[in-house]
């Protein structure tokens, strides 16, 4: 039977705007086995893409704009809740000129910008685009979003605008985020949406989901299970509660003799095999795993946008105490001066691609403020600069890297686009303009040639 997981993301899986490489691979590794993944999330269709593509993130169903849309694996819309007309600009204008308050607006395609009254931009909504209160008369839009740093003001701000478009839109807060959405909307409702719409049907049948939703928004209530009784019939002996992998209570009789296996030996007692497995593993059922990263020095956490170096100074320390009593100390000196020269490069090598990745993703938010070209280039030039010379970034850095270039890159094409846009409309205007200069000047010359045949005739 084909599975549902559903997770949400801020804070959950996302963590400055990264996701480790464990959960990564945990759920590709539940795709890969027929099941479903779905995200069900506060963010926007667009804020989720931004983030979770350039990591490879893949899921089959997203829930976004907290329940209002619902989305597939290529981010088409498959169902979407809008505010009314007029309610999204009546926010945004009791709140642009706010201090300590951010003001935006998020439409199907895109996350806009009306006012950043923070002079900081949150790692929960970082790219978007500028937009004016006139503007959003042309617009239809999901949700308003609106960063308030100050508790009391966040929740004043709650109270009144709930107020007053009572029954037309909910919020719901996100950290320092509160989250207008049209009233009903949550992320309870948009996974029954889900269940109920695209679930429902052929591309549903078989998801086990039986106790998935009882209460949206409330975890379920597990029963108590009972506790065997510990009292034995009739009295005699003592009963322990020692229940096995069927759950049993079993009777233990002081006087009964322990039962012999097939093999002589006393059921309960290890094997040779088995105890001598267990020492490889270190007396426990990770030990394999434990003993795997300790030699390559590789946990599965994320360490870094270039290889760990771990390995390889593991297995120096081993060779130098290997050639310590062969060297007389001088082979062990020289693994160890490896060692640390490893482990320094690669430090110095990290921080610089720290330095360039913050880099990039303020050129990224620079952009989104000024629209100034010049960041899309700067970077191009640096990703690319990153990729050819850092040999020993990790796979993950590479498809960071790799998504700036093509977010920069579709970016650039779009203002290309305009700017050819804007030539053909310039030079049109110019034929125009000097076609209508022709006639003008045609017209001058037959009325000086009026003028002239008199002063001939006399």
């Not at 099941?35 to 893949?58: H, I, Q, Y």
């Not at 999901?142 to 029954?167: C, Y």
Request: proline share 4%; net charge positive.
């Amino acid at each position: 039977m084909t599975r549902l997981l559903v997770t949400d993301l801020d804070a959950t899986i996302v963590f400055d705007r990264s996701v480790s490489l464990a959960d990564r691979e945990a759920m590709a590794r539940w795709r890969a086995a027929g099941n479903l993944l779905a995200v069900d999330t506060g963010k926007s269709s667009f804020a989720t893409r931004d983030v979770l593509e350039p990591l490879g993130v893949v899921f089959d169903y997203g829930i976004v704009f907290t329940g209002a849309v619902l989305v597939d694996s290529s981010y088409q819309v498959l169902s979407a809740r809008y505010l009314p007309d007029g309610v999204a600009r009546d926010v945004a204008t009791r709140t642009v000129d706010l201090p300590g308050v951010t003001t935006y607006a998020t439409t199907i395609e895109t996350d806009y910008i009306l006012a950043d009254n923070n002079d900081e931009i949150s790692s929960i909504l970082a790219v978007f685009e500028p937009m004016t209160l006139e503007e959003m008369d042309s617009h239809r839009f999901i949700g308003v979003p609106l960063r308030v740093t100050d508790d009391a003001l966040r929740d004043r701000l709650d109270h009144d605008l709930t107020q007053r478009w009572e029954g037309v839109l909910d919020c719901h807060r996100n950290q320092d985020f509160l989250d207008f959405v049209p009233a009903g909307a949550t992320k309870g409702s948009g996974l029954r949406a889900l269940l109920d719409g695209p679930l429902s049907g052929a591309g549903g049948r078989g998801v086990d989901h039986r106790r998935l939703l009882e209460r949206p928004g409330h975890a379920r209530r597990r029963r108590p299970r009972r506790r065997p009784s510990l009292v034995p019939a009739g009295g005699h002996g003592r009963v322990r509660d020692d229940r096995g992998l069927h759950g049993r209570a079993h009777r233990h009789d002081p006087g009964r003799r322990p039962r012999m296996s097939e093999n002589g030996k006393v059921e309960g007692k290890k094997s040779i095999g088995t105890r001598v497995r267990d020492w490889f593993s270190g007396g426990d059922p990770d030990g394999p795993a434990k003993i795997r990263t300790w030699a390559t020095g590789d946990d599965g956490r994320w360490r870094g946008y270039t290889h760990s170096m771990g390995k390889y100074v593991t297995w120096l320390m081993v060779i130098a105490c290997i050639l310590y009593p062969f060297t007389r100390g001088i082979g062990s000196i020289l693994a160890l001066i490896v060692a640390i020269f490893l482990m320094g490069g690669r430090a110095l090598i990290e921080r610089q691609v720290r330095r360039d990745v913050s880099d990039l993703e303020e050129a990224k938010r620079q952009y989104g403020l000024t629209r100034n070209p010049e960041y899309l280039q700067f970077m191009t030039l640096r990703a690319e600069g990153l990729l050819e010379d850092n040999k020993i970034l990790t796979p993950d850095s590479r498809s960071l890297l790799q998504g700036y270039v093509q977010w920069a890159r579709e970016r650039q094409e779009r203002e290309d686009k305009k700017q050819a846009k804007k030539a053909r409309k310039a030079e049109k205007k110019a034929r125009r303009e000097s076609a209508g200069q022709e006639p003008d000047q045609c017209t001058d010359a037959a009325a000086k040639d009026e003028e002239n045949k008199p002063a001939d005739a006399s």
